[in-house]
């Protein structure tokens, strides 16, 4: 995990420093590409942040609350409920999103890291 979070790192930063190269050897604006890396280096820890926050389970509770308060109000056919207590019995489907959520954790945290530290970078340079 911790070899595809430096993996996504290395190669968005990479990305980042290619994308400023333009503004550095032409002179354009320096201040303005860092502060567009870092915003999306910002927008991509959060989002990592944000599968953590939902593949540990903190807020199952309250999403739960809000389903049961859902069903009050909006009435659902009989087929419909035993599809939706089928899909949530299958432990293929828990284990793929399980699966899915800590990848995209990952990627998007390595992502997001690799844009601050682009955006680090070309605020040293500059």
């Not at 993996?7 to 980042?16: E, P, W």
């Not at 593949?55 to 409920?81: C, E, H, M, N, V």
């Not at 990627?107 to 605020?123: Q, V």
Request: net charge positive.
């Amino acid at each position: 995990m911790i070899l595809r979070f430096g993996l996504s790192a290395l190669i968005v930063g990479t990305l980042g420093i290619l994308y400023a190269t333009p503004h550095l050897l032409y002179g354009r604006e320096n201040m303005a590409t860092a502060n567009l890396l870092f915003l999306l280096g910002l927008l991509g820890l959060v989002i990592g942040a944000i599968f953590h926050v939902l593949q540990s389970g903190f807020l199952t509770l309250f999403l739960r609350g809000f389903a049961d308060i859902r069903q009050l109000f909006i009435r659902q056919s009989k087929a419909l409920r035993e599809e939706n207590e089928r899909l949530r019995s299958d432990e293929s489907l828990s284990a793929w999103k399980t699966s899915m959520f800590r990848h995209l954790k990952v990627y998007t945290s390595g992502c997001g890291a690799g844009l601050i530290l682009c955006s680090m970078i070309l605020m040293g340079i500059s």
